[in-house]
């Protein structure tokens, strides 16, 4: 049975009252509640200190350069071994030739690579152990990894055993230890089947999967003088930086998974010999300024679409390979272009821009675009009714075949809506453009267009242009009965926000909360962009006459973290954002910052930089100044912050849709059967977190937006779409802007 929700009758003086598609909605002048009040109080609103901006500075990116390497090799040479050459050379063997990599072309090499076990001779201690790793500390000290255990000698001194013994008394590397180095510190490392071990002058430490590593079927260790050490296994690469285990699986990374031998350059660079080949990680500096400038540079170049810059994803005929990118049509251009435009108003509105407030300007052009091309041919939709997208007109007719597919779509979803034609043409015949508009498109629309308002349009022309368009949208759903209608003259699939609908109609119970939230911030915004008090005497009559403000503090339907539909809390995330900022009664302005709170606190795992600042701005706005949002009660501690700045540095350079796998990892942990993606289905396939109860970090996993659901383990494809960086441009110059990250 579909889930409940009680409503509650408001009360208040009445005013007017507003037609809405049938229904009579009196308008509320003042009133309260008390559950307001409740929610208001939880929201705790300290005075708090001053949050001084985080500056990040430089730091190591890591970037895979496999699929860059030169040609040279002969045909079935299979990698068995890589080393650094004396010379500072790469080489690789496959125990009967060997190359080396020198001036941009491999060559072959006299040299033969040097003897896993070091020279090491075991015999009189390990009679028949196979030694698999050698390592010597700079005093000369040799640690030796074998199948009998784990070895240690002086420079000049007799092997002696080493058997660390863990606090359950369980002791490590008797036998079938898999490597060993000495890190930057000349701490031992050793890599068994159990874990890692690190001897440090207290004793010895171990990881497991309890402590945050991966995966433990090692082939080898290899430590960088940066004090990385990484571990090869037959699963990827293990990266530690002593602190924290990164997971380096999959195509984005290695062009094999079974890695055979690894070494380190003195850069930084791990070269890695994998069943599929070589593989090569860089260690490049950079900062976050400068990964802003490249995700700017890839957009411009392989991207933004048609003369109106529409800004989604790419396609790219050869995998991994940008300069293959065809530039493609999304179902959401709308809401990912208006997505990349807020970004773009935030860095106009923090360092006045000249390139942030062009592009702003287009993106703005784009979506104006969006609300005229439906009224440019026949069939035409009401006025203000924005297009989804829009194809170029001399291309496919992107009708043929379309009936079959809604067909299809109908036998999956029963409200799946039928029709025809779905790309209607302009009259010009320049371009298709597609109907039957979601609400996730409005969101991206109205959550640019007031930050384009508030930041970015200065002159009367500019300020006159946003709020017409605003208002021809708002209109448009107001005189359709909260309803987005299409040129059949019926509302769209996902387009319902009418009180009928989405109190009274169970088919629209799980869009309740999300959509009365969404039409209140639809109007908020437009009284606000406008000034025009209709839209705030339609708000006030759907808070009183039909507990839109009870339905909004519940936008999604979940059993706790990690369940619902992901893609809601990007959409609840942008509304809130203006609905708290343009409230002008207090008491409802804190029962919808708690809300906010709570839906936060939701998401507060998935290590979201846009849900952490959008939120802890919110809070900040409301508690005023320079107000610290890590205080308790808002944010309760500076873990937002912290995951914010780990994403920005770790979202790779390379945003293909590589495939990733950790179902396998050692260190998740499944999510229970009531936290499924639809509360009472199971999941179809494994959803889960770290052992930290955090989803795994953005560069173990593929997305494209920050909408996709970021407890699924296995995720992503062949490395044939080319995503954007907005997933990292707006979360960046939105902490800039309010004060969070500081300029590099």
Known sequence: MPMTRSRRTGFGRVGHAVHLGGCCLAVIVAGSCSWATHAAESAHLPAGAALPPRRVGSFVQRVAEHRALPPGLPAGFVLQRVWIGAEGLVHVGDGHAAFRLADGRFTTAAAMPPPRDGGANLSTIAPGAVVRQAARRRDGTVAAATSAGLFERDADGPWRRLTPVDARGLGWAASDVRGV??????????????????????????????EGLPVSDFSGVAAAADGTVWFGTAHGLVEWSGDAFRYRQGPRWLPGDVVNDLAVTSAGDVVVATDGGLGWIAARPTTLAAKARHYEAVIEESIARTEHGFVATAALDVPGDVATARRTDDDNDGLWTAMYGAAQCFAYAHDRSPDAKRRADRAFRALAFLHDVTQAGTPAPPA????RTVLPGDGPDPNVGQPERDRQMRETDPHWKILEPRWPKTADDRWWWKADTSSDELDGHYFFLALYHDHVAGTADEKRAVRACVARLTDHLVAHGLRLVDHDGHVT???????????????????????????????????????DPRYAATAAALRREHAYDANAVAPKVHLGVGSGNQSDDEMAFMNFYHLVRYESDLGLQRTYLAAFRRSWLLERPERNPFFHVAYASTWQAVAGGRADPSAAGACGGADWLDDSIDALVLLPFDRCDWRHTNAHRLDVVRLAEAQSIDPGHPDLVPRGCRIDGKVLPVDERSFAHWNTDPWRLDQGGDGRELASGTVFLLPWHMGRYHGFLADD
């Open 181 to 210: 180095a000495y890190d930057r510190r000349d701490r031992l490392v050793v890599a068994v089947p159990a874990g890692v071990a690190r001897r440090r002058d207290a004793g010895w430490e171990f990881f497991t999967g309890r």
């Open 493 to 531: 699939r996902w387009g319902e926000f009418s009180p009928t609908a989405l109190n009274h109609d169970r088919r629209w119970e799980a869009e309740r909360g999300l959509n009365s939230l969404s039409i209140l911030a639809y109007l908020a915004i437009a009284g606000h962009v406008t000034g």
């Open 384 to 387: 203000g009714f924005p297009a």
